[in-house]
């Protein structure tokens, strides 16, 4: 089912990027607020993915440690070391600074949603934004202390290109996303669970917050353009340019689900481990795609930039 899902995904892709290329561009809000529900794009891609059934995984009880309660305080804590990480690549203008914006703009938007009840479970999203966080701040502490072993592909991508300024901004924003999206979300999925204890699915909430992230890529791509990388915005095509972000990540939070749904009704240490290699596998692969599309030679611009601007 995972192989059919990709090959359709893959085909609307398409048909919605060349529908998209003749849509007029609207103009831009000009104090963009991240947190109310754009309509941007794509109601009939939301209804494909929305009729895509998810697989009958048994409900159980969370029996992880991280954020047991549930309670919004996990993500209140989890903002709180993101702002201090922000503030201390900000300050070196690291490459690194680009993603940990980004991420952190994305888990204010969580927190904001949770708060006025756009979920139905949550203390479900709660558990897994902060399961997701942890697993971002272990590789990159890992990275960062030297000890490199056991470091997933895509994340060795995105990370050795962030240290060798190998990439545009845009490229390691789309580096560091596929390495926490394609990569990391499915296991956090399959840890907390697929299912609640009394068999709902908790797909209709994955999938919800797909028109959340349509209201953040404008705001967050002139973010870092003031900030980070003045070129960061320069694909700039009005409607256009969010169609196409809101399709990719539509596009890569359905094979979450799916490669989660796999790890979930794995049966053996041998199942398990073959659904390991094609989460590993896809992630790596984009990450390759994505670090060639956007090398670029020179830094010298945008650390110049950021020297000044970074603070924000």
Same mark, same amino acid.
């Given at each position: 089912? /995972?192989?059919?899902?990709?090959?359709?995904?893959? /085909?609307?892709?398409?048909?919605?990027? +060349?529908? =998209?290329?003749?849509?007029?561009?609207?103009?831009? $809000?000009?104090?963009?607020?991240?947190?109310?529900?754009?309509?941007?794009?794509?109601?009939?891609?939301? /209804?494909?993915?929305?009729?895509?059934?998810?697989?009958?995984?048994?409900? @159980?009880?969370?029996?992880?440690?991280?954020?047991?309660?549930?309670?919004?305080?996990?993500?209140?804590?989890?903002?709180?070391?993101? *702002? @201090?990480?922000?503030?201390?690549?900000?300050?070196?203008?690291?490459?690194?600074?680009?993603?940990?914006? =980004?991420?952190? *703009?994305? #888990?204010?938007?969580? !927190?904001?949603?949770?708060?006025?009840?756009?979920?139905?479970?949550?203390?479900?999203?709660?558990?897994?934004? #902060?399961?997701?966080?942890?697993?971002?701040?272990?590789? #990159?502490?890992?990275?960062?202390?030297?000890?490199?072993?056991?470091?997933?592909?895509?994340? !060795?991508?995105?990370?050795?290109?962030?240290?060798?300024? %190998?990439?545009?901004?845009?490229?390691?924003?789309?580096?560091? &996303?596929?390495?926490?999206?394609?990569?990391?979300?499915?296991?956090?999925?399959?840890?907390?669970?697929?299912?609640?204890?009394?068999?709902?699915?908790?797909?209709?909430?994955?999938? *919800?917050?797909?028109?959340?992230? $349509?209201?953040?890529? +404008?705001?967050?791509?002139?973010?870092?353009?003031?900030?980070? $990388?003045?070129?960061?915005?320069?694909?700039?095509?009005?409607?256009?340019?969010?169609?196409?972000?809101?399709?990719? &990540? *539509?596009?890569?939070?359905?094979?979450?689900?799916?490669?989660?749904?796999?790890?979930?009704? @794995?049966?053996?240490?041998?199942?398990?481990?073959?659904?390991?290699?094609?989460?590993? /596998?896809?992630?790596?692969?984009?990450?390759?795609?994505?670090?060639?599309?956007?090398?670029?030679? $020179?830094? %010298?611009?945008?650390? +110049?930039?950021?020297?000044?601007?970074?603070?924000?």
């Amino acid at each position: 089912m /995972t192989s059919l899902i990709r090959a359709v995904l893959g /085909t609307l892709l398409a048909l919605v990027l +060349a529908a =998209a290329s003749l849509a007029p561009a609207t103009a831009a $809000d000009p104090e963009p607020d991240p947190d109310p529900v754009r309509s941007v794009v794509l109601p009939p891609l939301d /209804t494909f993915v929305g009729l895509l059934p998810p697989l009958p995984v048994p409900g @159980a009880a969370y029996a992880g440690d991280l954020c047991r309660s549930g309670s919004i305080r996990c993500i209140n804590r989890v903002i709180k070391r993101m *702002r @201090a990480r922000l503030d201390v690549l900000a300050a070196s203008c690291s490459h690194s600074a680009i993603f940990s914006l =980004a991420y952190l *703009r994305v #888990t204010q938007n969580v !927190r904001n949603a949770v708060r006025s009840g756009y979920f139905d479970d949550r203390k479900w999203l709660n558990r897994v934004d #902060t399961v997701f966080a942890d697993l971002y701040f272990d590789v #990159t502490r890992r990275w960062e202390r030297g000890r490199r072993t056991n470091i997933p592909g895509a994340w !060795r991508i995105a990370l050795r290109a962030e240290d060798e300024k %190998a990439v545009s901004g845009l490229g390691n924003f789309m580096l560091a &996303m596929n390495a926490h999206i394609n990569r990391d979300f499915p296991y956090v999925i399959a840890r907390v669970g697929l299912t609640a204890p009394d068999g709902t699915s908790h797909k209709a909430d994955h999938n *919800r917050y797909n028109r959340r992230l $349509d209201s953040l890529y +404008a705001p967050v791509f002139a973010e870092e353009a003031a900030r980070f $990388d003045p070129r960061f915005d320069d694909i700039d095509a009005g409607s256009i340019d969010e169609t196409v972000a809101g399709v990719i &990540m *539509r596009g890569w939070r359905e094979m979450v689900w799916r490669h989660a749904e796999q790890l979930a009704l @794995a049966r053996t240490p041998l199942q398990r481990r073959l659904v390991q290699r094609e989460i590993e /596998t896809y992630a790596a692969l984009q990450a390759l795609m994505i670090r060639r599309m956007f090398a670029t030679p $020179d830094s %010298a611009e945008r650390d +110049a930039w950021c020297a000044v601007h970074g603070q924000g």
